[in-house]
């Protein structure tokens, strides 16, 4: 049991850190357990409140204000009923648990105008509705149960992650207990145990669970909005009155936020509406500049127009638009969706790919694992003399540059105009990271006008044991390069998983390809300028060595270096694969 | 007590690419085999990622309990079986009786003139004076 609960290999600073974690997890856990289960039992025991018919004697909306100074609508109702011959009067809409903060008497509270409305309209004065009495103490009543939804909700989540972990450790003390770490194996994998397919598998189902977390974010955060903000295109402008404006402040793990608060009043089919929806969810601005902006636009006791849904006249926003970019998480949202489908994917194809692979039906091709035979003369020039990449990196540059450009012409803006430079932490990083793109993309359109070579092989593949002409010639401004060195080299190239063991097992993964060079041979050095800029040499390979060999984590690499200085820029460094068949090959 | 066993009728676990290796399967199960499956591979291991790749299968099916299959297998041109620092690759034949997945595993060496190729790291000092080329890790 000990083994299973902390092993103590490794139980250094950053495993004790671990550890602390996960006492946290586990106690936010069971508090999360102890609520549910709290929520449960009060839900269960209102089951056998009876219901009885009331009258709302008087409701209104009430205008609060939290502490921060946030406002907030209550909407106090007074109801009478009548149970075992007795006349009562009670007030609370519903029960509050009393741990999940202060009790409010029982009134509901709202951040919308709207949802305040809805409640008002439920309970009107005067209407007739049901309220629940407690039995055993008749002047205890609500007009609304608690729900059983929210402690199933609150018992099933620390559950379910509880159960998830708990299997994980213990299916990984089973695995180490029927394989101890010191049995090494000495004999090759069995095919029974693929890794290709484990990985496989694996990607197909973090992936699933990835793409489904993303594509939730994504269309709660973005796409539910976005559309929403092109169907109140058809909205109709009508005229409102500002009433009250301002900002109201939230503190956020990520710094403190700005949202505009500014209750307004317009006539519809000739009924009165109150709002303080704004903007559509996640469209309102959350700056600091942002929104004092947009609160300008709309003083208190002024006039402007609001876009009303013609279908539900309680829907009415101040601005319709829906900023593409209007914070970082629906990005993240996305590309979390993007790399859960790219991993199914590759996770499927994989599958596939050695599904079919598992039962071949004739001999094995050739050129399968190892190099294509290639008789003929091939020519190749490096990636940096590329048009497209050339192309790629200015298009990547312009628009790395003008993301970079839009944030300076920001801050320079709101610093002018409102005195104030803001960013977050989490700007910062992101900036960091297009400067460094921007810095990248110029480096590549630069490498661009340095001199390229260009080389002509004599024919596209070549046997251990013989040899292959090299010619080469340079293009661009030759008289820049000052100095060159060819040279082959081969090399074994492979994934490497570094682990890092924890207090409490692995910690983490990380997959990292790792070389291995077994053989390097010098095969030119120039001494003048008319050397460096064309030559032929031969190139002989070795006899007892590797061919190149293609599998999907190990490979067997040759390659023809080209090294040099070059004026102006940084060194040259170009690598060319020669593809190398077994000896005696043709 | 299931027994599932390969036997190599070549004198030698040294073969060349191409060349034909003959062997056969023996099995004692306790029930009839629904199939057993005998597959010609190869697998890398060392510090990198494993991976294995299958070049050819032989299935026999509706099997008796007690049974000796001879198989024959064209051994294909590549790869070779080698000795690297990172990784090295071993040739194999395994047999798989399904249902109950009882496995039996006979390793051999494929490479030319029947040996392993070692690839150990170069000691290139003329190289090295020329290049300054170091074995990136």
Not at chain 1, 142 to 170: D, E, K, M, N, Q
Not at chain 1, 204 to 232: D, K, Y
Request: hydrophobic residues 40%.
């Amino acid at each position: 049991m000990r083994a299973f609960l902390c092993r103590k290999r490794g139980l250094k600073g950053s495993g004790l850190i671990g550890g602390l974690g996960l006492v946290a997890i586990v106690l936010c856990m069971l508090g999360l357990l102890v609520m549910g289960v709290w929520n449960i039992c009060c839900a269960a025991g209102q089951r056998s409140w009876q219901a009885v018919p009331c009258k709302i004697e008087s409701s209104r909306i009430e205008e609060t204000f939290d502490s921060k100074g946030n406002r907030r609508f209550r909407v106090p109702v007074k109801y009478s009923y009548e149970f075992g011959e007795k006349k009562f009067t009670g007030h609370r809409t519903s029960m509050s648990l009393r741990f999940l903060g202060p009790d409010r008497g029982g009134a509901g509270e709202f951040t919308k105008w709207t949802a305040a409305e809805d409640e008002l309209k439920r309970y009107a004065p005067g209407s007739a509705s049901q309220c629940y009495v407690n039995p055993r103490d008749p002047n205890e009543a609500a007009l609304r149960r608690l729900s059983l939804t929210h402690g199933i909700v609150l018992t099933v989540i620390p559950f379910g992650l509880g159960l998830l972990l708990f299997g994980y450790r213990i299916s990984g003390w089973l695995r180490r207990k029927r394989e101890p770490a010191e049995a090494k194996p000495t004999s090759v994998l069995s095919i029974m145990s693929d890794p290709a397919l484990r990985e496989a598998r694996q990607a197909l189902l973090w992936g699933g669970l990835l793409a489904i977390m993303g594509g939730f974010c994504t269309a709660f955060l973005f796409v539910e909005p976005l559309l929403l903000s092109r169907a109140a295109k058809s909205w109709p402008e009508v005229p409102c009155m500002i009433l009250e404006s301002g900002m109201r402040k939230d503190s956020t793990r990520h710094g403190d936020e700005y949202k505009p608060d500014v209750l307004y009043e317009f006539e519809f089919a000739g009924k009165k509406h109150r709002s303080n929806q704004t903007h559509f969810e996640n469209g309102e601005p959350d700056s600091l500049s942002d929104t004092a902006r947009f609160v300008a636009r709309f003083p208190a006791g002024g006039k402007s127009v609001c876009y009303v849904n013609p279908k539900n006249p309680r829907q009415s926003v101040l601005d319709r638009s829906f900023p593409l970019i209007s914070s970082f998480y629906p990005l993240i949202g996305l590309c979390m969706f993007g790399g859960g489908v790219a991993g199914v994917g590759w996770g499927l194809w994989t599958i596939c790919r050695r599904k079919s692979r598992s039962a071949p039906a004739g001999p094995v091709a050739p050129g399968l694992w190892g190099a294509p035979s290639n008789p003929n003369p091939v020519t190749l020039r490096p990636l940096s003399a590329s048009i497209a990449v050339l192309l790629a990196s200015l298009v990547g540059l312009v628009i790395l540059g003008a993301i970079l450009g839009w944030r300076v012409l920001r801050f320079w803006h709101n610093w002018r105009e409102l005195g104030v430079i803001e960013f977050s932490l989490f700007e910062i990083l992101i900036l960091l990271f297009v400067l460094a793109g921007v810095g990248w993309c110029a480096l590549r359109c630069w490498k661009y006008f340095d001199p390229q070579p260009k080389l002509q092989l004599g024919r596209g593949s070549v046997a251990l044991g013989d040899a292959v002409e090299l010619e080469w010639n340079f293009t661009g401004p030759v008289g820049r390069l000052r100095s060159l060195k060819i040279g082959l080299e081969g090399r074994e190239e492979g994934k490497v998983v570094q682990e890092e063991q924890g207090a409490y097992g692995v910690k983490f993964k990380t997959e990292k390809l790792a070389k291995e060079l077994f053989y390097s041979a010098a095969l030119f050095t120039s001494q003048t300028q008319a050397d460096r800029a064309q030559g032929r040499i031969n190139v002989p390979l070795p006899r007892d060595r590797m061919p190149t060999f293609n599998g999907d984590k190990t490979q067997i690499v040759w390659v023809i270096q080209f090294e040099g200085d070059v004026e102006w820029s940084t060194p040259m460094k170009h690598e060319f694969p020669l593809n190398v068949l077994p000896a005696g090959a043709k | 007590m299931n027994k599932l066993q390969i036997k190599f009728l070549n004198q030698s676990r040294g073969f060349c690419p191409g060349e034909v290796l003959q062997g056969q399967v023996q099995w004692e199960l306790a029930e009839p085999a629904k199939r057993v499956e005998v597959r010609l591979f190869w697998a890398t291991s060392g510090t990198g990622v494993a991976e294995t790749g299958v070049a050819s299968t032989i299935q026999f099916d509706h099997c008796a309990n007690q049974d000796t299959r001879p198989f024959n297998f064209q051994l294909p041109a590549f790869p070779f079986s080698y000795q690297g620092c990172l990784m090295s690759l071993d040739w194999a034949v395994e047999a798989i009786c399904t249902p109950g997945n009882v496995t039996a595993r006979e390793e051999f060496i494929l490479g030319p003139e029947r040996k392993k190729v070692l690839l150990h790291p170069t000691d290139a000092s003329s190289a090295s004076s020329l290049f300054h080329l170091k074995p990136a890790v």
